[in-house]
């Protein structure tokens, strides 16, 4: 119940298309839920992410939608650019212990921009 | 501002020797502190976490131990390693007393990359 699904393992985007990153979870006390990019190498930086109160959030090119009664949640890449080519993870929290909450983080999928 | 220090970047090792990895965080008082290993294919795995000095808290059973002498330093250690200690391992923090959601945010260092042989 605290697994958080993620697919697909890897994605090829042609250069200008929209990159689509989907997730799933079971544990309906997950309250948190952002997206953490990753450059080979370095270690994952916060990307964007959403609480339930909202169905979707956007900055700049990304876009994270949220439907709370499927239990999903997915990353949109608007615009892909070559730069954009890293490895993506969705991950969820709950309040349930204030203070003393992990991140529980899905397998991650390779995103590849191609010109 | 804050910063997060890791090292060694590269470990390689023979099967049986010891480990000793290391972070320090900078800027901040009293952070949340995590060691999260990374396997191909598998995600980002929550080894150890801690609230404060002398607090380690284990998630998963194996062959590593972490402590955390000092508040800002967090050390992942093993005394014997196995060949499926190989792994990309991660230090990171966020906010101390209100938690990660609360936060936020996990800032995660640059990662050590281990080989054991």
Known sequence: ?115 | SQTIHQWPATLVQPVGSPLSLECTVEGTSNPNLYWYRQAAGRGLQLLFYSVGIGQISSEVPQNLSASRPQDRQFILSSKKLLLSDSGFYLCAWSEGLIGVREAGELFFGEGSRLTVL
């Open chain 1, 1 to 115: 119940q605290q697994q958080v699904k993620q697919s697909p393992q890897s994605l090829i985007v042609q250069k200008g298309g929209i990159s689509i990153i989907n997730c799933a979870y079971e544990n309906t006390a997950f309250d948190y839920f952002p997206w953490y990019q990753q450059f080979p190498g370095k270690g994952p930086a916060l990307l964007i992410a959403i609480r339930p109160d909202v169905s979707e959030k956007k900055e700049g090119r990304f876009t994270i939608s949220f439907n709370k009664s499927a239990k999903q949640f997915s990353l949109h890449i608007m615009d892909s650019q070559p730069g954009d080519s890293a490895t993506y993870f969705c991950a969820a929290s709950s309040g349930a212990n204030f203070g003393n909450e992990k991140l529980t983080f899905g397998t991650g999928t390779r995103l590849t921009i191609i010109p």
